[in-house]
Nanobody, 124 residues
Framework: QVQLVESGGGLVQAGGSLRLSCAAS????????MAWFRQVPGKEREFVAAIRWGSGSTYYTDSVKGRFTISRDNAKNTMYLQMNSLKPEDTAVYYCALGQGLFFAVDTQQYDYWGQGTQVTVSS
């Protein structure tokens, strides 16, 4: 059974940094892409970044390019999201998700497993 557990959220001032972690278990992930999404109350869950577990290739939404970096550690079965130059508009609950294959997808319907989420709050 696939389990995804996020950690690393918190409160940070604008311009600061946080690193989120997603510990994954229950499957060999080399044939899948995994992603980070975020959601604020009253809005749809929004794609942030994705990574192909085997190759390490990545894809980002435009609003985080140059500020966020997605990566993974195969030995630890853990995915990361390094977030730098944080802005108040980055405030959200961040979720990690396991895709249905190797393709990058921005639609939540293309992801079968989700973590419980971790809150990121950026103060101005």
């Amino acid at each position: 059974q696939v389990q995804l557990v996020e950690s690393g959220g918190g409160l940070v001032q604008a311009g600061g940094s946080l690193r989120l972690s997603c510990a994954a278990s229950g499957r060999t992930f080399n044939r899948y892409a995994m992603a980070w999404f975020r959601q604020v109350p009253g809005k749809e869950r929004e794609f942030v970044a994705a990574i192909r577990w085997g190759s390490g290739s990545t894809y980002y939404t435009d609003s985080v390019k140059g500020r966020f970096t997605i990566s993974r550690d195969n030995a630890k079965n853990t995915m990361y999201l390094q977030m730098n130059s944080l802005k108040p508009e980055d405030t959200a609950v961040y979720y990690c998700a396991l895709g249905q294959g190797l393709f990058f997808a921005v639609d939540t319907q293309q992801y079968d497993y989700w973590g419980q989420g971790t809150q990121v709050t950026v103060s101005s």
